[in-house]
């Protein structure tokens, strides 16, 4: 009985009941329940520990986050301070190139205005008509103020000079001095009184004959006193006669530019020594070639160094006065305006084409 314990338990209505344990089944658990709660306790206390762990990672986490968050806010920061100072520094350049933009447009439509006066100063000194553009016939609508007038009305009349120039005969077809000017004088045949329907330059026989403007050629043929000839129908009125050439470079229908090589120099026809003949007709009728002659440095005017290049195109006057006096005056070079010549020679005369 020494090894037993006895364990009275009594409930309700005073009834009782009698539990024999032996002590070491008690010891046992004892035993076991302290190992319960030692594993239990031992459990709490490993997973606590992984607790902490894991949350102190995490904090580090966080932290590491927090700290890249500053450094991206801050970054963030100075992108919006550059991109401001960029959209500023963007802005003053935008004003600075719209205001030299603004500048060099006005520089250069004061330097067409320059130049368009200068060529038809230039032309008016030959005395040639600038066509002005007007409305055309069976035309209307509403108007409408254009804001880009004064830049289109420039380039129009830009366009029309430029035009002008290209189809009018300038400068010299070949360097020379002058034999015989344009107008009344003495025929070299006869010695009779005769019009020159245009002007003689000394040449070596073979030198080059340039044309002096864009045209199409009409006439590339042995044609009686002007011996070889070759015309060129330039536009605006103007054809451009090459007389007494040794040989022709060009043929009829071909387009020419202004210092193109369309002939030599010779001696054909009614010549009497190498040289060119060189003729101007305006709308048929022969002008003096001599102003028109006389824009060989056109390039370097309209470039602004007309002081270098020359005073403008002397005017000469033309036959249309009396022979005397257009002799006279053709010979000097100092008339006052370019006129159609009249051709006043002898009846049944042909004018002098030396």
Known sequence: MNDHVHINITWAKEKAKTILLSRKKIKFGIAASVGLICVCVLTGIALSTRLLLENGRLNAQVAAMNLKLIETTQESK???????????????????????????????????????????????????????????????????????????????????????????????????????????????????????TGVDIQAKRGASIKATATGTVVEASYSGDYGHLVEIQNGNGFTSRFAHLQNYKVKVGDKVKRGQVIGLAGNSGRSTGAHLHYELCLNGKPINPAPFMQTTNLTRMLAGDAGKAGSSPKKIASSNKSPKATSAKASKGTGKNVKVATVTTKKNALPSLN
């Not at 550059?82 to 190139?97: C, G, K, M, V, Y």
């Not at 007007?134 to 254009?146: E, Q, R």
């Open 78 to 196: 100075s992108y919006a301070d550059r991109i401001d100072d960029l959209l500023t520094q963007s802005s003053s350049q935008t004003a600075a190139f719209d205001s030299e933009k603004e500048g060099l447009v006005n520089q250069t439509l004061a330097e067409f205005n320059e130049r368009n006066q200068l060529i038809e100063n230039i032309m008016k000194s030959l005395g040639i008509k600038m066509q002005k553009q007007t409305p055309a016939a069976n035309s209307g609508g509403p108007y409408l103020p254009s804001s880009q007038s004064v830049p289109s009305d420039l380039l129009l009349r830009t366009d029309r000079n430029l035009t002008m120039l290209l189809y009018t005969p300038l400068g010299r077809p070949l360097a020379g001095a002058i034999s015989s000017p344009f107008g009344n004088r003495d025929d070299p045949f006869t010695g009779e009184k005769a019009f020159h």
